[in-house]
T-cell receptor, first 113, second 116 residues
C-alpha cells in the first residue's frame, strides 16, 4: 500500500536529549513537510523539502533540524535547544509545487520530561 | 502574512442534520487554494475537500460542500446528513504559492460532535 509512515507512534525522552522522528513515504512524492500540533492550535510548519538534499525553514524551525538524503525519507531531529518539545508531530508529502494537496502520516506523539 | 480564522471552537449536531463550519482568511494574493481537513480521534489528518480560488463554482464531495466567498474571504464547510463518523476536529487551511513549495497555513480548528 502506498502511504506515509511515521515511527514510533509514541516517544518519550528526557530533557536535554536530542531525538529523531522518522518519516518515510512510498508515494514517489517530491515534497515533504514537518508540522507540529499543540492543543488548541492548528498545525504549524517546521521544515519542508522540495527535492533531495534541499530543505527550507518553516514558521517555527528554531530547535529543529532535518535532512533529505533520499526522496522517500525526511527525518526530523528535535534538539535540546527546542524549549517546548512536547507535542504531536505530523509528517506530510505532496507532488510538489503549487496546487498539490498534502497527504499526512499518522503522527508521532513526543513527550519530553 | 496569511492568517486563517476558525471562530467556532466547538460545535454539535444531531445525526442526519446539517451543520456549517466557518472559516475566514486574510491574504493579498489572488491565486491560492483552500482546504478542509478532518482529524478524527485517531489524529490522522484526512483531506475532506479543496477549492481553487480562481473557480467560482463551489466544490462538492458527496455530503460535504463549501461556500466560497472570495471577496469576503470566507470558506465555510457544510456537512449534510451528519453521521457519527463525522465526529472530529476540522481544520481549514490556506495554500499559498511560494514558487518552490505548497505551504499550508492552518486555522485553530473546530471540534465537531455528532450526537444521536
Amino acid at each position: 500500500d502506498g502511504g506515509i509512515t511515521q515511527s514510533p507512534k509514541y516517544l518519550f525522552r528526557k530533557e536535554g536529549q536530542n531525538v529523531t522522528l522518522s518519516c518515510e513515504q512510498n508515494l514517489n512524492h517530491d515534497a515533504m513537510y514537518w508540522y507540529r500540533q499543540d492543543p488548541g492550535q492548528g498545525l504549524r510548519l517546521i521544515y519542508y523539502s522540495q527535492i533531495v538534499n534541499d530543505f527550507q525553514k518553516g514558521d517555527i524551525a528554531e530547535g529543529y533540524s532535518v535532512s533529505r538524503e533520499k526522496k522517500e525519507s525526511f527525518p526530523l531531529t528535535v534538539t535540546s535547544a527546542q524549549k517546548n518539545p512536547t507535542a504531536f508531530y505530523l509528517c506530510a508529502s505532496s507532488m510538489g509545487g503549487f496546487s498539490y494537496e498534502q497527504y499526512f502520516g499518522p503522527g508521532t506523539r513526543l513527550t519530553v520530561t | 502574512a496569511q492568517t486563517v480564522t476558525q471562530s467556532q471552537p466547538e460545535m454539535s449536531v444531531q445525526e442526519a442534520e446539517t451543520v456549517t463550519l466557518s472559516c475566514t482568511y486574510d491574504t493579498s494574493e489572488s491565486n491560492y487554494y483552500l482546504f478542509w481537513y478532518k482529524q478524527p480521534p485517531s489524529r490522522q489528518m484526512i483531506l475532506v475537500i479543496r477549492q481553487e480560488a480562481y473557480k467560482q463554482q463551489n466544490a462538492t464531495e458527496n455530503r460535504f460542500s463549501v461556500n466560497f466567498q472570495k471577496a469576503a474571504k470566507s470558506f465555510s464547510l457544510k456537512i449534510s446528513d451528519s453521521q457519527l463518523g463525522d465526529t472530529a476536529m476540522y481544520f481549514c487551511a490556506f495554500m499559498r504559492n511560494t514558487g518552490t513549495a505548497s505551504k499550508l497555513t492552518f486555522g485553530t480548528g473546530t471540534r465537531l460532535q455528532v450526537t444521536l
